[in-house]
C-alpha cells in the first residue's frame, strides 16, 4: 500500500503472561512504521486484584528508545545503569538502549497490594543510523514538566518532540511528534503538516476525521501533506505520533532494533554470554526466543 493512503489498522492482542495482554498496533505487516515508532502497544485498560501485578522480567534492548507513558496505575522501572525509577500517570520514561541494556519493569509493591488500574501506552522509537549505537542512558520526566496548553476544547499534550506550538523536554534523536489529546464534546481541531509522517490513535470516545467515524483502538496513519479534521461527538481521547521519515528500513527480532542485520546476531551473541549487563538485585535470565 501507498504511503499516500490513509491505511487503518487494526489491533492484534499479545499476551504478557499471567493472563495479560496488550494490543499491538506496530509493527504492522502493511505499515511497519510511522516516523521513528516501530512499535507500539497499548497497554489495558486493565483490574489488577490484590496479590497480582505486572512482571516484565529482565531483558535487553539495543538500536532504540523505548518510551513508557501511563494514564492509570505505576510500573517500576530498573536497568543495568543502576536506574531506579517509578512511573506514573502523566510521566514519561525514556530509556535509550543504543549499544545495549537491559532493563525489568514491575508493578511496585503499594500498587501490587492493593490492587490497581494498569492503563498506558508503550512504544519504541527506532534511533537514526548514526546514533544505533550510543551509549545507554534513562532520562525520567515528571508530569509537571510536559507542555500543555488548551485549544477550542482541546487539551493539548507534547510528550516528545514538538507540535501545536509546544516543545517536550524529552531529549529525541530525530524530528519525533508524540502527543496526547483530551477533547471535549463537539470540539473540533486540524492535525497540521508539521511532521511528514503522522497517525492517530483513538483511545476512546466517538471521533470523526474529515466526517467519517474512526473506531476506538485503531490506528490511522495519514497521508503526507494532508491536514486533517478531527471532531469530538463525545468526550475523547486520541493519541498522535510520527515524525521524520526513518533513515531506511529496520529489522526487528525480539527486543533489538538495527538498520544492520550484523547487529542482530552480535546482540544475540553478547545476550547469550551475558556480556550487555545485569539488573543489580535481579539475577532472572530470560533466554533468546526460538524465532
Not at 489529546?181 to 492535525?191: C, D, H, K, Q, T
Amino acid at each position: 500500500m501507498s504511503d499516500a493512503t490513509p491505511l487503518v489498522i487494526e489491533p492484534r492482542l499479545h499476551d504478557l503472561g499471567d493472563g495479560f495482554s496488550v494490543r499491538r498496533l506496530l509493527p504492522h505487516r502493511l505499515r511497519r512504521h510511522v516516523g521513528p515508532f516501530v512499535f507500539f502497544d497499548h497497554i489495558g485498560p486493565a483490574e489488577l486484584p490484590p496479590g497480582r501485578g505486572l512482571d516484565v522480567r529482565p531483558h535487553p534492548h539495543i538500536g532504540l528508545a523505548t518510551v513508557t507513558y501511563l494514564f492509570e496505575g505505576a510500573l517500576g522501572h530498573r536497568d543495568s545503569l543502576g536506574s531506579v525509577q517509578v512511573i506514573r500517570p502523566g510521566d514519561v520514561n525514556w530509556m535509550t538502549a543504543g549499544r545495549g541494556i537491559v532493563h525489568s519493569e514491575r508493578t511496585p509493591p503499594e500498587e501490587r497490594a492493593a490492587g490497581h488500574r494498569m492503563h498506558g501506552i508503550q512504544t519504541w522509537v527506532a534511533l537514526p543510523r548514526e546514533h544505533e549505537q550510543t551509549a545507554p542512558d534513562f532520562f525520567h520526566h515528571a508530569a509537571s514538566s510536559l507542555p500543555e496548553r488548551d485549544q477550542d476544547g482541546v487539551r493539548i499534550r507534547v510528550i516528545a518532540g514538538q507540535s501545536f506550538g509546544l516543545q517536550s523536554p524529552v531529549r529525541v534523536f530525530a524530528p519525533t511528534l508524540y502527543a496526547e489529546l483530551r477533547f471535549e464534546r463537539g470540539a473540533v481541531m486540524r492535525v497540521p503538516t508539521e511532521h511528514e509522517e503522522r497517525a492517530l490513535y483513538v483511545l476512546g470516545g466517538d471521533v470523526h476525521v474529515d466526517g467519517v467515524p474512526l473506531a476506538a483502538e485503531r490506528l490511522l496513519v495519514l497521508a503526507p501533506g494532508t491536514e486533517v479534521e478531527l471532531a469530538a461527538r463525545s468526550a475523547a481521547h486520541v493519541m498522535l505520533c510520527g515524525g521524520a521519515p526513518l533513515d531506511g528500513e529496520r529489522t526487528i527480532w525480539w527486543n533489538f532494533v538495527a538498520s544492520d542485520r550484523t547487529l542482530i546476531e552480535r546482540a544475540k551473541a553478547d545476550w547469550l554470554a551475558q556480556r550487555i549487563g545485569t539488573v543489580p538485585g535481579e539475577s532472572e535470565f530470560i533466554p533468546l526466543p526460538d524465532r
